[in-house]
């Protein structure tokens, strides 16, 4: 797979990359059979049930031709909000706040190598060109420099809004 993705460009890889009905597993597919009424995931935390049934709604949403209603269940609406709905948000407040006070300050870079260089000299190798994955803010990140060095955020700052 990794000598397919290689030999794409940056766009179809890129669309590959987050394409959810190439990397699914098989129990987060919908039933094949197109009489059924509810669809049950098992499985514990973290076999990617929300995933599933996210990418399955997003799908009939974006192929429907028709406006669909999609209802939101939950034991209680403000569990169901908290959960779906603005997770995002307050964990961008509480990011906001861990960088203002320098709680975090690290980054965690994931990439895939497109092209690189060794120094012959050195020894070290040079990145030429990378496909950036992801960013993530992590409190000791693997690389000592890799840090956040300012921010324009201050503990005042209220970067979401609700």
Same mark, same amino acid.
């Given at each position: 797979m990794s000598e397919l993705l290689d030999r794409m460009e940056a766009e179809p890889r890129r669309r590959c990359l987050h394409d959810?009905?190439?990397?699914?597993?098989?129990?987060?597919r919908e039933p094949e059979r197109s009489d059924w009424r509810r669809w049950l995931l098992l499985g514990g935390r973290g076999a990617g049930k929300s995933r599933a049934g996210a990418e399955w709604i997003k799908r009939r949403v974006r192929y429907a031709d028709r406006p669909l209603r999609v209802a939101l269940v939950g034991p209680s609406l403000?569990?169901?909000? =908290?959960? =779906?709905?603005?997770?995002?948000?307050?964990?961008?407040r509480d990011i906001a706040a861990f960088l203002a006070e320098g709680a975090i300050d690290?980054? =965690?870079i994931g990439f895939r190598t497109v092209r690189a260089e060794r120094d012959r000299a050195s020894g070290l190798r040079r990145?030429?060109?990378l496909d950036l994955w992801e960013i993530s803010l992590v409190t000791f990140p693997m690389m000592a420099n890799a840090r956040i060095a300012a921010t324009s955020l201050s503990s005042t700052t209220n970067?979401?809004?609700t």
């Open positions: 959810f009905s190439i990397w699914a597993h098989e129990k987060q403000p569990e169901a909000r =908290s959960v =779906s709905l603005t997770t995002a948000a307050r964990r961008a690290g980054l =965690s990145l030429i060109q970067p979401v809004r």
